[in-house]
């Protein structure tokens, strides 16, 4: 299979945010900016692929910056790391007020996705090429993610497992609950 590089698949989208997209507020749903990081994933990762692809995980979608109607967000994809079928998106998000002149980096998040071949089944991607030091940190940082994410639901499965709510009553002290349980 013929490499590519990150440059290859490089993707922007770039969306007015209307009335439409927006609470009583005046601010944009979450679920718009989720809609818009799952296509310009989809965009960049089907490009890089060369075929259909699916979403499969995401991480790291945290809202730090409210986003306003009339503002442009740009979402700026690249493909940071490629498995087997499996590629990781970064999308960076930025929401720019035009006539203030002011952008605000509002989240940066990570979409797994799979190629999938004709059967629907996981599909070979190409390989990636790491052409600057910035491409190949966020290689090793999508790998470092990868085996920590492993960790983390290891670990949670772990105390699922082992959790005894009776034992576990005093975590609830602090917390602002009534216990109303027979
Ligand atoms: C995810 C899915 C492709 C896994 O298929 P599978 O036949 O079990 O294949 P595998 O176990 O070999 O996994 C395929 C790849 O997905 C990765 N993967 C699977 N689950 C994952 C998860 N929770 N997070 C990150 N990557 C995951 C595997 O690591 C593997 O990567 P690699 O090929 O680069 O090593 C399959 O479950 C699927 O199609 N899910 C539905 C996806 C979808 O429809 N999304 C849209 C939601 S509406």
Redesign the pocket.
Known sequence: MEPKSVSFSKTTLTELMIPAYANFGGKIHGGILLSLMDKVAYACASKHAGSYV????VEGVDFLQPVNVGELVSLHASINY??????VVGIKVISEDVKLGLAKHTNTSYF?M?A?NEQ???A??PPLILENKEEVRRFLEAIKR?NI?QQNKEALNNEKNRLNIENELPMLDGERVILNIN
């Open positions: 699916v979403t499969v995980s490629v498995g087997k079928s499996s590629m797994t799979v999938k629907n089944e996981a070979q991607v990868k994410k």
